[in-house]
């Protein structure tokens, strides 16, 4: 048996989603590569919302985003249950809500709510909420009818069919509390009811009903639970109609001479035939699911198939008094109060059926006797309700009783309501019933958004959410830490109930727009939809993911979106496809770009330290033909989010410099040549007015130009030392493939192979020292200059420390070059002399003499020397114990030694030449 899979990714996601404090600070280097740049939008807090659309593919867009577009096969994503973590699969319903939400993102979400009839008779276009509700109706519907569609087996499927159930009901319970609290005008203080005594029962209800909230609300949830109860089951009803009522018993009873009035088993204590008794049970059963449906209407019919039309009548008193004065029509009882203490006494009677009693206890309220029928959570929330309702209605008649009549029809008092409830009270009620047989995870999160709703709660709901989802992901590392699967205990992260609850948080909010909600905690709705961003991530769907993240304010745009540009490794058309649907849905793609640079960056070398001074700094120039490590081009492949747009110059360079700094200063030189090859060879154009700048001293004025300029600068100085340290690596490498000799030494040598190779040194030498010498006699104080005069101080401590370490490396390199080559280029000391002469002037640019540049790091000779890794040192014949108490004066005296050493060769050398000539 497999092993379920272990929910990782899940946690991942959660970790990366769950909410930063608002005190915390990253202590890693640089939190942020473009965080103080005065030139960048990414820099400034944004709270404008941004523009959502609605998007197709259009013949306009890259051939990559068609294929984005073109994705529908269904995907599926782990994700926890009560009993550890399962496979979900991911349908086309999760496409097609997100669609019908752009296409009436424009539009109110919610009317006046209509029953069905009304909305096929206006023949008008649903509001978002009944399309939402629809779209849910038919899912079931599908699943309820085409059994083809098992996904894994029976419990699955009725498991899928129950979840699309109470959605379909939670959405028509939203579509008419959304419509009553938020569209229907109460007035603020209740006005005073009719004067006239002879007012009609339905008028004060009315008149109480259009004058307080909570009544009609109460009404609309009864209403609610009515219309989404279940059709009638199978044990509903009699088979067939009965041409006699009781016909078995009134046979046997002809016979014994006994009473056959509806009252006689009661009142005669004798039983019914089992026949009359079993039909009896079942129109019981049949005349309580009407009354739970609350289609009374079809009592009659059922009552007259049966042969009962007596019950009928006794269940129709509770029709409400009403005088149509236009009509001159009058309806309804005008003594409901006595029917009602007649339904109440039937109610109480515990020999009849209970199916009986529960259908005349639900006339009066009595709710004590309409439980023991009750099975589902919403049978126990109908029952309290139907109880709410009608006590609500009769302290209302009771405040205006009518006259008295002339002849009091009984003495006989009604039993008053001893019970009263508040919706509050009502769910606290039904949770404590279901507490002892707790209801599965799924059922108690579908309830606990509908208690929400009706308790007009929902602020607390989703305070409610985002407390859950944290504390489920604290318990679920934790019990990964012992290596076992951890089990969900929440359902509000089920991909189902969290696609619900975004779509109700995007109404929400659309509301709140529209003046017609206050809510506080924003921040709270925006979790839901980011962690249902995240699913769609995981899900593989990168459509859906734009279309949520675009609900979003910019800051958690920033959060979400670059979560699924991370976890792209496409080639770069493809991630840019990414950038393009982000665009379409009005996202500020540049910052979009920039935070998955940063977030990348600092999850790899901004965790690492820098050397605190060059003396910590290995470098070894060979390296640098070496393959860089698999990681590090990973790092390099993020730069490429900023390849997207030609006019993102500035930032690129800014990542370009990042990288290239921290690993020259980490001695990864492999890394620093991939960067070079890959970014740095051939690098974003630059505009008109920073390649016009050709000192950084010559901006003064220019803020956004002298960082711009700045930056550039770095990037060129930069990329000379990397080139240069490519070319000291090759001029090695060339220098050990010189063509050998056989016994009689050079006289053997193949003349044009040695021709060849001397020609590629002096060739190879050439480039070497152009660029070390151009690094050498760099503008790097320029550049450190500049960024102190815009306050970034830690840039200028991390070149001061490049510099220190790279440029004493660099004198000892040319050196090395020069010497090595002295016989093969001709002007090796020319060039040396220039160099010590260069790099000694007291005017030099670079801030001092050689002596003071060397003072700088005391290390670089003796290592070298130690190590024997130039045969310079070798030359010059130290010993390994002098070189540890050498200071740099002793250095640089060494050199003007070896320059003298080189003159003499030379001279000497040139009068050989010239003896021979005049011999000659």
Same mark, same amino acid.
């Given at each position: 048996?497999?092993?379920?899979?272990?929910?990782?990714?899940?946690?991942?996601?959660? !970790?990366?989603?769950?909410?930063?404090?608002?005190? $915390?600070?990253?202590?890693?280097?640089?939190?942020?590569?473009?965080?103080?740049?005065? $030139?960048?939008?990414?820099?400034?807090?944004? !709270?404008?919302?941004?523009?959502?659309?609605?998007?197709?593919?259009?013949?306009?867009?890259?051939?990559?985003?068609?294929?984005?577009?073109?994705?529908?096969?269904?995907?599926?994503?782990?994700?926890?249950?009560?009993?550890?973590?399962?496979?979900?699969?991911?349908?086309?319903?999760?496409?097609?809500?997100?669609?019908?939400?752009?296409?009436?993102?424009?539009?109110?979400?919610?009317?006046?709510?209509?029953?069905?009839?009304?909305?096929?008779?206006?023949?008008?276009?649903?509001?978002?909420?009944?399309?939402?509700?629809?779209?849910?109706?038919?899912?079931?519907?599908?699943?309820?009818?085409?059994?083809?569609?098992?996904?894994?087996?029976?419990?699955?499927?009725?498991?899928?069919?129950?979840?699309?159930?109470?959605?379909? @009901?939670?959405?028509?319970?939203?579509?008419?509390?959304?419509?009553?609290?938020?569209?229907?005008?109460?007035?603020?203080?209740?006005?005073?009811?009719?004067? =006239?005594?002879?007012?009609?029962?339905?008028?004060?209800?009315?008149?109480?009903?259009?004058?307080?909230?909570?009544?009609? #609300?109460?009404?609309?949830?009864?209403?609610?639970?009515?219309?989404?109860?279940?059709?009638?089951?199978?044990?509903?009803?009699?088979?067939?109609?009965?041409?006699?009522?009781?016909?078995?018993?009134?046979?046997?009873?002809?016979?014994?001479?006994?009473?056959?009035?509806?009252?006689?088993?009661?009142?005669?204590?004798?039983?019914?035939?089992?026949?009359?008794?079993?039909?009896?049970?079942?129109?019981?059963?049949?005349?309580?699911?009407?009354?739970?449906?609350?289609?009374?209407?079809?009592?009659?019919?059922?009552?007259?198939?049966?042969?009962? #039309?007596?019950?009928?009548?006794?269940?129709?008193?509770?029709?409400?008094?009403?005088?149509?004065?236009?009509?001159?029509?009058?309806?309804?009882?005008?003594?409901?109060?006595?029917?009602?203490?007649?339904?109440?006494? *039937?109610?109480?009677?515990?020999?009849?059926?209970?199916?009986?009693?529960?259908?005349?206890?639900?006339?009066?309220?009595?709710? +004590?006797?309409?439980?023991?029928?009750?099975?589902?959570?919403?049978?126990?929330?109908?029952?309290?309700?139907?109880?709410?309702?009608?006590?609500?209605?009769?302290?209302?008649?009771?405040?205006?009783?009518?006259?008295?009549?002339?002849?009091?029809? !009984?003495?006989?008092?009604?039993?008053?309501?001893?019970?009263?409830?508040?919706?509050?009270?009502?769910?606290?009620?039904?949770?404590?019933?279901?507490?002892?047989?707790?209801?599965?995870?799924?059922?108690?999160?579908?309830?606990?958004?509908?208690?929400?709703?009706?308790?007009?709660?929902?602020?607390?709901?989703?305070?409610?959410?985002?407390?859950?989802?944290?504390?489920?992901?604290?318990?679920?590392?934790?019990?990964?830490?012992?290596?076992?699967?951890?089990?969900?205990?929440?359902?509000?992260?089920?991909?189902?109930?969290?696609?619900?609850? #975004?779509?109700?948080?995007?109404?929400?909010?659309?509301?709140?727009?529209?003046?017609?909600?206050?809510?506080?905690?924003?921040?709270?709705?925006?979790?839901?939809?980011?962690?249902?961003?995240?699913?769609?991530?995981?899900?593989?769907?990168? *459509?859906?993911?734009?279309?949520?993240? $675009?609900?979003?304010?910019?800051?958690?745009?920033?959060?979400?979106?670059?979560?699924?540009?991370?976890?792209?490794?496409?080639?770069?058309?493809?991630?840019?496809?990414?950038?393009?649907?982000?665009?379409?849905?009005?996202?500020?793609?540049? @910052?979009?770009?920039?935070?998955? *640079?940063?977030?990348?960056?600092?999850?790899?070398?901004?965790?690492?330290?820098?050397?605190?001074?060059?003396?910590?700094?290995?470098?070894?120039?060979?390296?640098?033909?070496?393959?860089?490590?698999?990681?590090?081009? #990973?790092? *390099?492949?993020?730069?490429?989010?900023?390849?997207?747009?030609?006019?993102?110059?500035?930032? &690129?360079?800014?990542?370009?410099?990042?990288?290239?700094?921290?690993?020259?200063?980490?001695?990864?030189?492999?890394?620093?040549?991939?960067?070079?090859?890959?970014?740095?060879?051939?690098?974003?154009?630059?505009?008109?007015?920073?390649?016009?700048?050709?000192?950084?001293?010559?901006?003064?004025?220019?803020?956004?130009?002298?960082?711009?300029?700045? +930056?550039?600068?770095?990037?060129?100085?930069?990329?000379?030392?990397?080139?240069?340290?490519?070319?000291?690596?090759?001029?090695?490498?060339?220098?050990?493939?010189?063509?050998?000799?056989?016994?009689?030494?050079?006289?053997?040598?193949?003349?044009?192979?040695?021709?060849?190779? &001397?020609?590629?040194?002096?060739?190879?030498?050439?480039?070497?020292?152009?660029?070390?010498?151009?690094?050498?006699?760099?503008?790097?104080?320029?550049?450190?200059?500049?960024?102190?005069?815009?306050?970034?101080?830690?840039?200028?401590?991390?070149?001061?420390?490049?510099?220190?370490? /790279?440029?004493?490396?660099?004198?000892?390199?040319?050196?090395?070059?020069? /010497?090595?080559?002295?016989?093969?280029?001709?002007?090796?000391?020319?060039?040396?002399?220039?160099?010590?002469?260069?790099?000694?002037?007291?005017?030099?640019?670079?801030?001092? $003499?050689?002596?003071?540049?060397?003072?700088?790091?005391?290390?670089?000779?003796?290592?070298? !020397?130690?190590?024997?890794?130039?045969?310079?040192?070798?030359?010059?014949?130290?010993?390994?114990?002098? =070189?540890?108490?050498?200071?740099?004066?002793?250095? /640089?005296? =060494?050199?003007?030694?070896?320059?003298?050493?080189?003159?003499?060769?030379?001279?000497?050398?040139?009068?050989?030449?010239?003896?021979?000539?005049?011999?000659?």
């Amino acid at each position: 048996m497999q092993a379920p899979a272990t929910p990782q990714q899940f946690l991942r996601k959660l !970790s990366r989603l769950a909410p930063t404090s608002a005190g $915390s600070s990253s202590s890693s280097r640089n939190a942020s590569i473009f965080a103080e740049s005065p $030139s960048n939008p990414a820099h400034q807090s944004t !709270s404008s919302e941004t523009s959502q659309m609605h998007v197709e593919p259009t013949q306009t867009e890259s051939p990559a985003l068609r294929v984005l577009f073109s994705e529908s096969a269904p995907h599926q994503v782990e994700a926890l249950s009560e009993n550890g973590p399962q496979i979900v699969i991911m349908t086309d319903e999760y496409d097609i809500f997100a669609s019908e939400m752009d296409r009436r993102k424009n539009q109110l979400p919610i009317r006046e709510y209509r029953d069905e009839s009304s909305m096929e008779d206006e023949n008008m276009d649903l509001s978002l909420v009944e399309v939402y509700e629809q779209l849910a109706a038919d899912r079931f519907n599908v699943l309820s009818t085409d059994f083809q569609l098992k996904p894994l087996d029976q419990f699955a499927l009725d498991a899928e069919k129950q979840n699309w159930e109470l959605e379909r @009901n939670t959405w028509n319970l939203v579509a008419r509390l959304f419509s009553l609290r938020l569209l229907t005008n109460f007035p603020s203080e209740p006005p005073l009811p009719p004067s =006239n005594p002879y007012t009609s029962d339905l008028a004060l209800l009315n008149h109480h009903l259009n004058s307080s909230l909570q009544h009609s #609300s109460d009404i609309a949830v009864l209403q609610w639970l009515q219309h989404t109860a279940p059709g009638p089951s199978l044990r509903e009803g009699p088979d067939e109609g009965r041409s006699r009522w009781w016909g078995s018993t009134v046979d046997k009873r002809r016979m014994g001479g006994a009473s056959l009035d509806p009252d006689a088993p009661l009142r005669e204590g004798l039983a019914l035939h089992s026949a009359d008794a079993t039909l009896d049970t079942k129109m019981n059963v049949a005349l309580f699911g009407m009354v739970r449906r609350g289609v009374l209407d079809q009592v009659d019919d059922m009552c007259s198939a049966q042969s009962a #039309s007596w019950r009928a009548g006794s269940l129709a008193g509770g029709l409400i008094y009403s005088e149509e004065h236009e009509e001159m029509e009058v309806s309804g009882n005008r003594n409901r109060d006595l029917w009602k203490a007649m339904c109440w006494e *039937v109610a109480q009677e515990s020999t009849y059926d209970r199916y009986e009693r529960a259908v005349y206890a639900s006339m009066c309220g009595d709710v +004590q006797n309409i439980l023991p029928v009750c099975e589902t959570w919403e049978d126990h929330l109908w029952a309290y309700y139907t109880s709410l309702t009608e006590m609500t209605a009769t302290q209302v008649l009771r405040q205006h009783p009518l006259p008295p009549l002339p002849h009091p029809t !009984s003495d006989f008092q009604t039993p008053v309501l001893l019970d009263p409830l508040t919706p509050t009270d009502i769910f606290d009620r039904v949770k404590r019933h279901f507490a002892e047989n707790p209801l599965p995870l799924s059922l108690r999160g579908w309830y606990r958004i509908q208690e929400c709703i009706i308790l007009n709660r929902l602020p607390e709901l989703f305070s409610e959410i985002a407390r859950e989802v944290s504390e489920e992901e604290e318990q679920a590392r934790r019990i990964l830490q012992t290596g076992q699967h951890p089990r969900a205990t929440t359902a509000y992260l089920h991909p189902h109930m969290l696609r619900f609850l #975004s779509h109700l948080a995007l109404i929400v909010r659309q509301c709140v727009d529209a003046g017609l909600m206050q809510w506080d905690q924003l921040d709270d709705l925006e979790n839901v939809i980011l962690i249902y961003a995240g699913v769609m991530i995981k899900a593989n769907k990168p *459509v859906l993911v734009a279309s949520y993240a $675009s609900q979003l304010s910019a800051p958690l745009q920033r959060r979400i979106y670059p979560t699924l540009l991370e976890s792209i490794s496409k080639p770069a058309p493809i991630r840019h496809a990414y950038l393009e649907l982000a665009a379409k849905y009005g996202m500020d793609v540049k @910052n979009l770009a920039q935070t998955v *640079v940063v977030n990348g960056l600092q999850d790899t070398v901004g965790q690492r330290a820098l050397p605190a001074s060059a003396d910590e700094i290995d470098i070894r120039a060979d390296d640098i033909l070496r393959q860089a490590k698999d990681a590090d081009k #990973s790092v *390099v492949r993020l730069l490429e989010w900023l390849d997207w747009k030609a006019g993102w110059w500035a930032e &690129k360079i800014e990542a370009i410099n990042y990288l290239m700094r921290y690993w020259l200063l980490q001695g990864n030189l492999p890394a620093t040549r991939h960067l070079l090859d890959t970014h740095v060879a051939k690098p974003p154009p630059l505009p008109t007015e920073v390649r016009r700048v050709d000192s950084l001293d010559s901006v003064t004025n220019d803020h956004k130009l002298l960082w711009e300029t700045t +930056q550039a600068f770095e990037m060129a100085e930069e990329k000379i030392l990397v080139e240069g340290l490519v070319n000291l690596a090759e001029w090695r490498k060339k220098m050990t493939m010189r063509p050998k000799g056989g016994v009689r030494g050079m006289e053997l040598l193949e003349e044009n192979d040695l021709i060849r190779w &001397k020609a590629e040194v002096v060739q190879s030498t050439a480039s070497v020292i152009e660029k070390l010498r151009s690094f050498v006699l760099t503008r790097f104080t320029e550049v450190e200059d500049a960024w102190r005069k815009l306050g970034q101080l830690g840039l200028v401590n991390e070149i001061g420390i490049l510099r220190d370490a /790279y440029l004493p490396e660099s004198i000892l390199w040319l050196l090395e070059v020069l /010497y090595e080559v002295r016989e093969l280029y001709p002007t090796a000391l020319e060039e040396a002399n220039k160099l010590i002469e260069e790099v000694n002037s007291s005017n030099n640019e670079q801030g001092g $003499s050689l002596a003071e540049v060397l003072k700088r790091n005391r290390t670089v000779a003796s290592r070298v !020397s130690k190590t024997h890794q130039r045969p310079l040192f070798g030359e010059l014949g130290w010993s390994e114990a002098s =070189n540890a108490e050498m200071t740099y004066w002793n250095i /640089y005296e =060494n050199w003007v030694r070896l320059f003298g050493t080189l003159r003499a060769e030379r001279s000497k050398r040139k009068g050989k030449a010239q003896g021979k000539g005049s011999t000659g």
